[in-house]
């Protein structure tokens, strides 16, 4: 069986400081009654429904309907603002003042007197946070940015010092402090600061801070080799790379609101545990409201809100990511890879053309970036556009210059696959067999190529032998087995083609064209009641038209009717 792409293209601490108010009241039993319902009660149904769907604007306006039916309840009160808060929604600013022991709704207080220039109000603010939970992390940063916003610089370094050895986050400090000195034209501690940051692995962020830092003092050579070091861990990054030197001479930060957002991005940044989505979302929500062209965060949201579980992102949680990259300029240094994650959400919600016009806009600056190209041609191809990924796929390769490297396979592979699709097996099969050259144990490859052999009839033995070593690679994929199986039946081992059949049924057993095998070697093996049964399983999984036809026409001619 072919694959005909690739997978996927190129806690409690915390539930209590985002819902503490919801000890407070239970909403289940208190809606309703056997008198009469409470008409809050549908728009908070719908509200749940939201937030369970990932759809925290949808979830704040049905809260928002609901409390103006039960404006007093806690429990609501604090789902509503949660609500608004991760969606970024007005709402939350005119619900947090009442809610004196949600911290989310302290931190948004102390936000908003930061932003009327009240830093004295705002350090207040954030001087009464628990010192306890995650809220405590922010806590010191928050502090000493709002010192800074008073002209206390000595202040701000002195209240996150204590901080610098913290085990997890005291780098985050470490930086916060160094971005305080430079604000301040403190260049001698700002430089110690600097220098007590560890650059070896830079995030896109902390490549801008420190290139920046070193550019502005005159080495721009150490300006380039650490945007050199953050391309090398990061290579869809390289897009980027000539926008970020244009602007290294730009102070990173200009006033203490910016540096109250550059403390929620690095703290957010910091927080990668899967339990931690909410808080991160909060924290990146809070930093854009303070800086709404924080490009930085823009893209670490979006990604948040379409990798935050386990499960696929839905079509609502790719739109609210495309909805929060949309307005990044075309002038931003980072537009290139706002751009590219805007293009691969329309590609993956089926709009090709638009993405494809995103990414036809990125090329007309870098026309032979190959990460660029392959990326066109991926949409495309997902797309079912084979003609037309094609030439994409063909300039990605001569990008990459004579000898390709072995990551190369996929180009070859991919651009193989347009081919077939197409019906050229001959332009196909060269380039499938240049793709395991490159990369010989590449499971994709040898199913592929073996599997298409098989189809066309020619090299069998080859064939099994490639598809051995393939299920040996990855003894638990459908797809292989199943082709492994077909082999096998072409070669007339009716038993072992029945054995490996099953099992591939077994790891697939909702997939059309397996089942349909397994119903071909079942008849080869001379068990024509399972034959039938299994080809009539197989048009019960929805098959497309070409592998309907063929089932009911085996049908046909066995047993002289069809479905």
């Known amino acids: 069986m072919k694959l005909n792409t690739l997978p996927g293209r190129r806690g409690a601490a915390i539930l209590c400081i985002l819902l503490s108010a919801c000890a407070a009241g239970s909403l289940g039993p208190a809606f309703g009654g056997p008198a009469r319902p409470d008409p809050a009660f549908g728009a908070y149904l719908a509200a749940r429904y939201a937030d369970d769907t990932g759809n925290p604007a949808a979830a704040a306006r049905y809260y928002g309907i609901a409390l103006r039916g039960r404006p007093d309840d806690p429990a609501l009160l604090a789902q509503g603002f949660m609500a608004g808060v991760l969606s970024g929604d007005a709402s939350a600013t005119a619900l947090a003042p009442r809610m004196p022991q949600n911290a989310l709704a302290t931190l948004l207080l102390g936000n908003q007197a930061a932003q009327q220039g009240d830093f004295a109000r705002a350090q207040k603010i954030f001087t009464s946070l628990p010192p306890d939970d995650l809220t405590g992390l922010i806590k010191p940063l928050l502090i000493a940015w709002a010192q800074f916003g008073q002209g206390d610089e000595q202040g701000a370094l002195n209240g996150l010092g204590p ?6 986050f005291g780098s985050v400090y470490v930086l916060n ?7 301040a034209g403190d260049t001698k501690n700002a430089a110690q600061l600097y220098g007590a940051v560890d650059a070896s692995q830079p995030n896109l962020r902390l490549a801008q801070v420190l290139a920046s830092w070193d550019a502005r003092q005159g ?16 290579p869809d990054l390289a897009i980027a790379l000539p926008a ?19 403390a929620y991005l690095t703290l957010a ?12 979302t909060a924290f990146l929500r809070f930093a854009l409201t303070l800086r709404p062209d924080l490009t930085a965060a823009r893209l670490l949201l979006a990604d948040t809100q379409t990798n935050a579980g386990n499960a696929p992102a839905t079509p609502v949680q790719m739109q609210n990511a495309l909805d929060t990259l949309a307005p990044v300029p075309k002038t931003d240094a980072l537009y290139a890879p706002a751009a590219v994650q805007q293009a691969n959400l329309l590609a993956t919600l089926n709009r090709t053309d638009e993405a494809a016009a995103l990414l036809r806009g990125l090329l007309v600056n870098s026309p032979r970036d190959p990460g660029l190209l392959a990326n066109l041609a991926d949409v495309l191809r997902e797309g079912s556009q084979f003609a037309a990924a094609i030439p994409y796929y063909t300039q990605a390769l001569a990008a ?7 990551s190369a396979w996929s180009l070859y592979f991919d651009r193989g696959i347009c081919e077939d699709q197409l019906g050229n097996w001959e332009q196909a099969e060269p380039d499938m067999q240049a793709a395991l050259r490159l990369s010989p144990n590449q499971p994709y490859v040898l199913n592929y190529l073996a599997y298409s052999w098989a189809l066309h009839g020619k090299n069998l033995a080859e064939a ?16 292989v087995i199943d082709s492994l199986g077909y082999v096998e039946m072409r070669l007339g081992h009716a038993r072992q083609a029945v054995t490996l059949l099953t099992k591939a049924v077994q790891l697939s057993p909702d997939d059309a064209e397996v089942n349909g095998h397994l119903g071909d070697a079942f008849w080869q093996a001379g068990q024509p009641l399972q034959a039938a049964y299994q080809w009539q399983r197989a048009l019960s999984l929805n098959p497309d038209a070409k592998l309907a036809a063929a089932l009911n026409e085996k049908i046909t001619a066995h047993f002289g009717t069809a479905p």
Not at 465 to 473: G, K, S, Y
């Open 177 to 183: 402090a160094a971005l305080i000195a430079d604000a």
């Open 400 to 406: 990459l210059g004579p000898t390709p490297p072995a």
């Open 269 to 280: 940044g910091a927080l990668t545990q899967p339990q931690a989505v909410l808080l991160r």
């Open 163 to 168: 901080s610098f050895n913290d085990d997890g």
């Open 464 to 479: 099994r032998t490639m598809l051995t070593q393939a299920v040996a690679l990855d003894p638990d994929d459908g797809a």
């Open 244 to 262: 970020l030197a244009t602007q290294l001479d730009k102070p990173v930060i200009g006033t203490a609101t910016d540096g109250m957002a550059e």
């Open 219 to 234: 080495q721009n050579g150490q300006a380039m080799a650490v945007l050199s070091a953050l391309v090398a861990n990061h």
